[in-house]
T-cell receptor
């Protein structure tokens, strides 16, 4: 079935470091791909999305490119801040299943 | 205004009790969902309603019963609560059930069964 695999955390970085959180997916068709963020004690917020191959989603300095050839949607940020500390979820949507399927989440901790 | 609101935010209750979590969205969306987040942060869909009609029921015990009185509301009722029901429950909504549509989540309801 359709699934999402994320790198295990926690990822610990110093402020202003470069961030990459890997995400790969398995799907029988052409899903839309999403990154959601969950700050401590809060709900899920959409960070960015891409709906077709080679699309790049971007928001708040974060970027991810939909790579069909490698079935990946890695999240990147050039310079992280302490306020970016959160859990990041990669997710895919398939029209055939009518649901958003999440990866297991990756906790990011940014130290001053 | 909160787009997707859930109540209560925190709920502590004893095993065997029956409890409800309410959800309302003011986005005019046609589709609403319930997701469960376990202690390891793993998120999984439980139910989905489109125009008040159930379209997804993901092998959830029948102690869990969703109710959608109208398009803007999707409540979750849980009978005979068990310890394993302790989790965060997220309500969500989207405009239509198609690819690329953003799903908006509520802030979550933290349920603890003791």
């Amino acid at each position: 079935g359709d699934s999402v695999t994320q790198m295990e955390g926690p990822v610990t970085l110093s402020e202003e470091a470069f961030l990459t959180i890997n995400c790969t997916y398995t799907a029988t068709g052409y899903p839309s791909l999403f990154w959601y963020v969950q700050y401590p004690g809060e709900g899920l917020q959409l960070l960015l999305k891409a709906t077709k191959a080679d699309d790049k989603g971007s928001n708040k300095g974060f970027e991810a490119t939909y790579r069909k050839e490698t079935t990946s949607f890695h999240l990147e940020k050039g310079s992280v801040q302490v306020s970016d500390s959160a859990v990041y979820f990669c997710a895919l949507w398939m029209d055939s299943s009518y649901k958003l399927i999440f990866g297991s989440g990756t906790r990011l901790l940014v130290r001053p | 205004d909160t787009a997707v609101s859930q109540t209560p935010k925190y709920l502590v209750t004893q095993m065997g009790n029956d409890k409800s979590i309410k959800c309302e969205q003011n986005l005019g969306h046609d589709t609403m969902y319930w997701y469960k987040q376990d202690s390891k942060k793993f998120l999984k869909i439980m139910f989905s309603y489109n125009n008040k009609e159930l379209i997804i029921n993901e092998t959830v015990p029948n102690r869990f019963s969703p109710k959608s009185p109208d398009k803007a509301h999707l409540n979750l009722h849980i009978n005979s609560l068990e310890l394993g029901d302790s989790a965060v429950y997220f309500c969500a909504s989207s405009q239509v059930v198609v690819s690329g549509n953003t799903i908006y989540f509520g802030e979550g309801s933290w349920l603890t069964v003791v």
